[in-house]
């Protein structure tokens, strides 16, 4: 499950899904559009929009859902995901470096152990490194004492460079100028951004 803001949803976000999925042998790629972030307010496309653009994009592929969330945190969309699954179904969320850190940082927790051992102990997740983060250091911050616990539930997918460095502030600030931004998106979705004339002004 990659739950992203998806705005909108880049070539990086589908090499972070297709990694992950062959890391966990999925059956199910869910592409998640959160209403609520812990971090970011919504601006640019909005929640409508990106959720047009994304099942456009899932529209032709069979292992590939679409799904909108009002939980900003990991461990409210683990419990809210969990009961629409069969018991025996494994959870894993895909997120990039700068989420790993906001899953483990005690300010969105009342009780910070209590809460990731509920996390965890019904979802795994998948870290891909940032273009000035490598894989290795992410593992030796999973060995970190606030990480070690859970360690056994943190997997670790590198992007190439060229996919490490790509992110949707670029594909915005290139659409804004006029500049074609095809090569860092999906084809589909920049189908859909042209579609809906998106992020022009």
């Known amino acids: 499950m990659m739950d992203a803001s998806f705005n909108p949803m880049t070539v990086a976000h589908e090499a972070m ?3 992950a999925s062959e890391t966990c042998r999925a059956g199910e790629a869910l592409l998640m ?3 609520a972030n812990v971090d970011k307010p919504i601006y640019g496309a909005s929640l409508a929009q990106r ?3 994304l ?3 899932a529209k032709p592929c069979s292992n590939v859902s679409v799904a909108g969330c009002s939980h900003a945190r990991f461990v409210d969309k683990a419990s809210a995901l969990r009961p629409l699954y ?3 179904t494994r959870l894993y969320f895909v997120v990039g470096y700068d989420t790993l850190l906001r899953i483990f940082d005690s300010r969105y927790y009342a009780n910070l152990e209590h809460e990731l051992t509920a996390l965890f102990g019904g979802a795994h997740v998948i870290a891909a490194n940032r273009d000035n983060i490598d894989p ?3 593992r030796r911050l999973a060995k970190s004492p606030e990480y070690a616990a859970f360690s056994d539930r943190i997997h670790f ?3 190439d460079c060229a996919h490490s460095r790509i992110s949707s502030t670029q594909v915005r600030a290139l659409r804004k100028k006029g500049v074609p931004a095809r090569h860092l998106v999906p084809s589909r979705i920049a189908d859909a951004m042209d579609a809906l004339d998106l992020y022009r002004v």
Request: net charge negative.
């Open 55 to 57: 099942d456009h994009y």
């Open 33 to 35: 559009l959160s209403h």
């Open 17 to 19: 899904l297709n990694r």
């Open 157 to 159: 997918i590198r992007l």
């Open 136 to 138: 290795e250091a992410m």
């Open 51 to 53: 959720l047009a653009m």
């Open 86 to 88: 069969p018991e025996s």
